[in-house]
């Protein structure tokens, strides 16, 4: 009996006492739900039986019951637990007569089967308490990056946690069946972080470490990391990021972790340069209002419609993760379509053309999200003085900024055809397939010039979220300026 629980606990030990006794045995809640596999024997007659008994024992507080109708006998004895817990019964049931032997046996099961089952018990609470602590943590982190702060510290105050007012995000990939792993003795190492499963790629957990009460110029800690995590897991982290820009932080973590993924050291800080929005200056925050306002005025016609407020997360969303929207947002795949035909109508444009994409993925950072929009925004006057992106991307600034996103590619010691590839793909709306034809080239081939060139830019271009954008972008300032592009076999 004590080598059946030892091995198997409370499923092991049932089965010993099946086998032994030759009755159906099984534990039953009070509510009479059954706690254990019923026995394949069990049938209408013996079940009805069984449920009479608990129902009998709970009523009159006994502690042992032993009942029998129409040739059947049944036991039924309490398990020992906190009244709490609310121990389940164990019952046994077979043909009359019961032999002798049997309720004595079943009595001295209920010691080891009590120990088992509030360890199971125990273990499954437990389980539970870090399933719920997790989807807590992962809402914390959708309110943070929606720009939602406020909200995001209210709910983590409620877990008896403090985020802080700046930190470094952290993008840690490995095996999924080493993620509680990667969380244990990444908690060991960064004291107090804030570790998040990420709710889009489950071979990712995200970290946020505390960088002090200011923004950091500095380079984030160099954490020794201990194993699993040095052996198996790549780590992308960001610069210092206030805690109302954890998105951008995710974003620059991500791209490192591309880095990293071709580091013999595993780990990769973001590389920073002028953000392009910053580059732009007032000018591009009225160029998107101009840009999204059919979109930032749409009011839902009826209450299951989507409004503005839910197609610009979903537009901000798909931008990032592709077709993982989904998981980031918890939709079906049907609702991200219909919404993202919705954006296409409002907007007039097509999401397919990375062209559309980029501008729209460069209005959507242009303008915070809580800013209400222009009463005026449909009148001549504002429509004159809106400048359009070509004329924004023409500005001499840039200009120089788009020149400094190909500079790593056009390096002299880069084969051309590097940047050669990056171009085709980008003219091709960043499709594979088609820049491998025109190349002349295989798919292959295309793959790996890109991964040598997220290597080179330390942005990730192949898996989403992607700088293909920005990149993008820097390419038609080169082309409507009629700067260099490079060219090669």
């Known amino acids: 009996m004590q080598r ?35 026995p394949s024997s069990l049938g209408d007659a013996e079940r009805d039986l069984v449920l009479r008994g608990v129902r009998e024992i709970t009523l009159r507080g006994l502690k042992s019951l032993a009942t029998d109708q129409d040739g059947i006998a049944c036991v039924v004895l309490p398990l020992d637990g906190p009244p709490a817990d609310r121990a389940p019964f164990l019952a046994a049931v077979m043909p009359r007569p019961m032999p002798p032997e049997v309720p ?45 702060t406020t909200a995001a510290r209210q709910v983590a105050g409620a ?30 190492v960064v004291e107090g972080a804030w570790i998040v499963p990420c709710p889009v790629y489950a071979d990712h957990t995200m970290l946020l470490a505390a960088a002090g009460s200011a923004p950091h110029t500095g380079t984030p800690p160099q954490w020794t990391w201990p194993h699993p995590m040095a052996d198996h897991c ?34 990769s800080a973001f590389a920073g340069n002028p953000d392009l929005t910053l580059t732009l200056g007032p000018a591009a925050g009225a160029w998107a209002e101009e840009f999204l306002a059919p979109l930032r005025v749409h009011y839902a016609r009826r209450p299951q419609d989507p409004g503005s407020a839910e197609l610009l997360a979903t537009a901000s969303s798909w931008l990032s993760f592709s077709s993982r929207a989904t998981a980031h ?11 993202l035909t919705l954006v296409q109508q409002l907007l007039g444009i097509d999401l397919g053309r990375l062209a559309d994409q980029s501008a729209l993925a460069l209005a959507l950072r242009a303008i915070a999200p809580d800013t209400p929009p222009r009463a005026d925004h449909h009148t001549t006057g504002t429509e004159e003085s809106t400048p359009s992106l070509d004329e924004l991307l023409v500005l001499p600034g840039v200009v120089e900024w788009a020149r400094q996103r190909f500079l790593p590619v056009r390096a002299p010691d880069v084969p051309a055809n590097i940047a050669r590839t990056l171009t085709t793909w980008l003219r091709l709306d960043a499709r594979i397939e088609p820049t491998a034809a025109a190349l002349d080239i295989s798919a292959s081939a295309v793959r790996k010039r890109l991964a040598r060139s997220e290597t080179l830019l330390r942005r990730s271009l192949l898996r989403p979220p992607r700088a293909v954008h920005d990149q993008w972008l820097a390419q038609r300032a080169l082309d409507l300026t009629g700067s260099r592009h490079p060219t090669g076999p």
């Open 4 to 38: 059946a629980a030892r091995k198997g606990g409370t499923a092991s030990l049932l089965r010993w006492l099946t086998v032994r006794t030759g009755a159906a045995v099984m534990l039953v809640e009070r509510s009479g739900a059954m706690a254990s596999s019923p």
């Open 104 to 148: 004595p046996l079943l009595a001295d099961a209920t010691s080891g089967l009590s120990l088992c089952w509030q360890m199971e018990h125990t273990r499954r609470q437990q389980r539970l308490l870090r399933i719920a602590d997790a989807r807590t943590r992962e809402a914390v982190l959708h309110l943070l990056m929606n720009g939602q």
């Open 159 to 188: 877990l008896g946690s403090t985020l802080p007012d700046v930190a470094w995000v952290y993008v840690i990939e490995g095996p999924h069946a080493l993620r509680a792993a990667v969380a244990g003795a990444a908690a060991q």
């Open 234 to 267: 790549w780590v992308g982290v960001s610069e210092a990021v206030p805690l109302s820009d954890i998105a951008t932080g995710y974003a620059q973590a991500f791209h490192a972790l591309a880095v990293a993924r071709h580091h013999d050291e595993r780990h």
């Open 329 to 339: 947002l918890k939709i079906h795949r049907n609702t991200l379509a219909a919404r």
